[in-house]
């Protein structure tokens, strides 16, 4: 039975993608920070958990380690804190985007990769945003972590060239999800507002590209795949006047 492990497992993108590849007979290591709802996924058929948080290089090792071979790793914990311009933001909260979007991903990916290597197959997915292409005010550090993933995704396809290796930065867009509560610190009139008749996507509709891009035949990577929902689409550049 192919193996997929999962980051950041217990709410949004993360729990959808493990329901998937569950629902396509696949086995699911679930990996996140909250031990409730880990427990509550360890309740399906197929379904491994274990605590991580993806900011502790230690802490990762020694999960990786334990868990054994896996065929995907779908780097999908990180997250965004605050809207505030950069000049008014909090230093701690640059730093948590930091230590999980860019340090947390590297250690995951650098603790899954000799494995894939040394069997010359494997697939890492790990989870941009339009934000790491769009830069939109208030994006500053999670928009930069996210180009990171994109650039750290390309440099990653040409370091495998030849193993057998894959990789796909999928970046999606509009996405109604628990990220949005964090990023807004539970203030629910901001979430609330910013998902008010926008039809925005959904954790599903994201698993399912990753699905899709992982079981293409061995010889397809599909590196770069970029979400949204209907009604979003790029704004045009803004120009102040005063």
């Known amino acids: 039975m192919p193996v997929v492990c999962v980051t950041g497992a217990t709410s949004g993108i993360g729990r959808a993608t493990v329901e ?3 629902k396509e007979g696949w086995e699911a290591v679930a990996l996140g920070r909250r031990e409730e709802r880990l427990a509550a996924l360890a309740d399906r058929k197929s379904v491994r958990t274990a605590r991580l948080d ?6 990762v090792e020694q999960v990786f380690k334990a868990m054994g071979d896996i ?14 311009p950069a000049q008014e933001c909090s230093l701690d909260d640059w730093d948590t985007m930091v230590d999980t979007n860019i340090k947390g ?6 603790a899954a990769l000799p494995g894939m290597v040394a069997r010359k197959a494997g697939h890492v997915v790990n989870l941009g945003s339009i934000a790491g292409t769009y830069a939109y005010p208030g994006s500053n550090v999670y928009g930069a972590s996210k180009g990171f993933v994109l650039q750290f995704s ?4 040409c370091d495998l060239h030849g193993t057998g290796v894959r990789v796909t930065d999928i970046e999606p867009g509009l996405l109604e999800s628990e990220f949005s509560d964090v990023r ?6 901001r979430f609330e ?13 994201v698993a399912d590209a990753i699905w899709w891009v992982t079981t293409r035949p061995a010889h397809v990577n599909v590196s770069q795949v970029e ?3 209907t009604t979003q689409s790029l704004a045009s550049a803004r120009v102040f006047k005063g």
């Open 71 to 84: 065929d995907v790793l779908v780097n999908n914990a990180g997250l965004a804190l605050g809207l505030e």
């Open 193 to 205: 507002n910013l998902y008010k008749n926008a039809h925005p996507l959904r954790p599903e509709d």
């Open 54 to 59: 993806v900011r502790h290089r230690d802490e």
């Open 105 to 110: 991903l590297l250690y995951c990916t650098r």
């Open 154 to 157: 390309r440099g990653l396809r």
């Open 20 to 22: 998937r590849f569950v």
């Open 227 to 229: 979400i949204m929902p």
């Open 184 to 189: 807004f610190k539970g203030d629910e009139s």
